[in-house]
């Protein structure tokens, strides 16, 4: 009888709708193999429904070992015996600050524990001290395959024949379109949130408040034309709740009734089924951008990263956008007319044969991992 093959999953567990669904994806993609991830404490139906995803207590005792200098013995033999270990997730690899040597140490553990090591849907960067590409770049020949999001990451290794790039994993993500729903979806950030890297925060947190009046104002704008408002949170952890219903507290002394908070609590299809039901998204968070486009959707993206710059760039996107730090001078009737009318640069039919192609291209995220878990 045929061995079923195991694999190990290392991934952002925190009720992130857009890890939680990278997990999701891959679960389903390979039904007969059986994925193990590091047991958390989170209610998510989303991945405790799956039937071949298992939370392991074991990989929860061995989290801490990959800061120290090298892995302990039983450690090794742990994850020695999986078919594969996969990394999965989107900013993995920024350099958070001038200690990135330990964030590497971290990372050669994981990879020194099972060769057969995985890397999808991340994209590299951004980094200021040159020996962080050279490290990482040493880093990455060791593992079996890495397949970054965006062309822009992949640039950096010309050279290596184990690195690749191909659109978001997400953009392959199969979803039921709903009944339509006469209103906007807008997904927030929170400007302030102290877990990112400190050159993001220094640029992010103060133009917290000028962001949320924009969004007050863009929510003023839609409901002038009738549209309903969602404010979706896709990680309340990273405080995009607590700005939602900021904006919403906004909106209500404003007059602005039409508005409501739809937040992520481990059930995926509740924010799905905001964003494929909407005439059109805002979108800060980048899988909100991902997924608007995915349903077809007429998005205005606001720029929190570079990392959203880059895929709109592989997409040539070249509706309206604007950065955080310049969203003071966005005008909301301009944003509400470049995702409302049909003939703007913004709508979904602009750029309609590039997101199909990205579909088709974003299973050669895939193309590695194939390899060794498909029958």
């Known amino acids: 009888?045929?061995?079923?093959?195991?694999?190990?999953?290392?991934?952002y567990l925190q009720n992130n709708l857009g890890d939680d669904l990278f997990v999701q994806h891959l679960c389903l993609r390979y039904p007969n193999v059986d994925f193990y991830v590091m047991d958390f404490p989170h209610n998510n139906e989303t991945l405790k429904s799956l039937p071949n995803l298992y939370f392991s207590q074991e990989m929860k005792k061995y989290f801490k070992e990959f800061d120290l200098p090298q892995l302990s013995k039983k450690a090794k033999k742990f994850y020695s015996q999986f078919d594969a270990n996969v990394m999965i997730g989107g900013s993995i690899f920024m350099q958070h600050n001038q200690y990135w040597q330990s964030?590497?140490?971290?990372?050669k553990n994981r990879f020194s524990a099972n060769p057969n090591t995985y890397i999808l849907g991340s994209n590299f960067g951004p980094f200021?001290?040159?020996?962080?590409?050279?490290?990482?770049n040493w880093a990455f020949s060791k593992i079996k395959d890495l397949c970054f999001r965006d062309a822009h990451s992949a640039s950096f290794f010309p050279d290596s024949k184990k690195i690749r790039f191909a659109p978001d994993i997400l953009f392959s993500y199969k979803y039921q379109i709903p009944k339509q729903k006469n209103q906007l979806a807008i997904s927030l950030i929170s400007c302030a949130c102290a877990g990112r890297p400190a050159f993001q925060v220094n640029k992010l947190k103060p133009n917290s408040e000028k962001y949320i009046d924009k969004i007050v104002e863009i929510c003023a704008e839609a409901s002038k034309r009738g549209l309903g408002i969602s404010l979706l949170s896709f990680c309340n952890k990273q405080g995009d709740l607590n700005i939602a219903n900021v904006?919403?507290?906004?909106?209500?002394?404003?007059?602005i009734t039409n508005v409501?908070?739809?937040?992520?609590?481990?059930?995926?299809?509740?924010?799905?089924?905001?964003?494929?039901?909407?005439?059109?998204?805002?979108?800060?968070?980048?899988?909100?951008?991902?997924?608007?486009?995915?349903f077809g959707k007429a998005v205005y993206p606001i720029i929190y990263d570079d990392k959203q710059k880059y895929v709109l760039q592989d997409l040539n996107f070249f509706g309206k956008n604007c950065e955080v730090e310049?969203?003071?001078q966005a005008d909301a009737k301009e944003i509400l007319d470049c995702l409302l009318y049909p003939d703007s640069l913004n709508s979904y039919s602009a750029i309609k044969n590039e997101v199909e192609k990205a579909i088709i291209d974003s299973e050669k995220q895939f193309l590695g991992l194939d390899k060794i878990l498909k029958d």
């Open 247 to 255: 904006v919403k507290g906004k909106c209500l002394r404003n007059g």
């Open 128 to 136: 200021t001290d040159p020996r962080f590409l050279t490290e990482f």
């Open 260 to 294: 409501k908070v739809v937040a992520y609590d481990g059930d995926a299809d509740i924010i799905l089924d905001e964003l494929a039901s909407s005439k059109a998204v805002v979108a800060t968070r980048f899988h909100a951008m991902i997924l608007g486009f995915l």
């Open 103 to 107: 964030k590497l140490r971290n990372f």
């Open 326 to 328: 310049n969203i003071s």
């Open 1 to 11: 009888m045929k061995r079923k093959k195991v694999a190990i999953i290392l991934a």
